[in-house]
């Protein structure tokens, strides 16, 4: 089982970036992807989730109306799309994986995530 998470980079405020989380070794069907952050001196953060088995989504309130989570079947992987970054959104980004559903209780999913992915640098600055 593996998760390689990509796509992380330098980005002006009010830009974009595709993060994507290539899953091998496993089928998205069964399980949900879940994106966090965790930026220097800050506790990580639930950003966002989706789960194939019941298409429930889940998106932090700081990031709602901006990014945007969807999988492609046919290459295994979930994206997060993210616009209108801002200067708060600079974190490592982290993909993992957990059971089916995306149930959150005060902004951390209720069940255990089991892998990660490495992690991915997004620095929103002009």
């Known amino acids: 089982v593996q998760l390689q998470a990509s796509g992380g980079g330098l980005v002006q405020p009010g830009g974009s970036l595709r993060l994507s989380c290539a899953a091998s070794g496993f089928t998205l069907d069964y399980y949900a992807i879940h994106w966090f952050r965790q930026a220097p001196g800050k506790e990580r953060e639930g950003v966002s989730c989706f789960s194939s088995s019941d298409g429930s989504t889940y998106y932090a309130d700081s990031v709602k109306g901006r990014f945007t989570i969807s999988r492609d079947n046919d290459k295994n992987t979930v994206y997060l799309q993210m616009n209108s970054l801002k200067p708060e959104d600079t974190a490592v980004y982290y993909c993992?994986?957990?059971?089916?559903?995306?149930?959150?209780?005060?902004?951390?999913?209720?069940?255990?995530?089991?892998?990660w992915g490495q992690g991915t640098q997004v620095t929103v600055s002009s």
């Open positions: 993992a994986r957990g059971p089916p559903g995306c149930i959150y209780f005060s902004g951390s999913p209720l069940y255990e995530n089991d892998f």
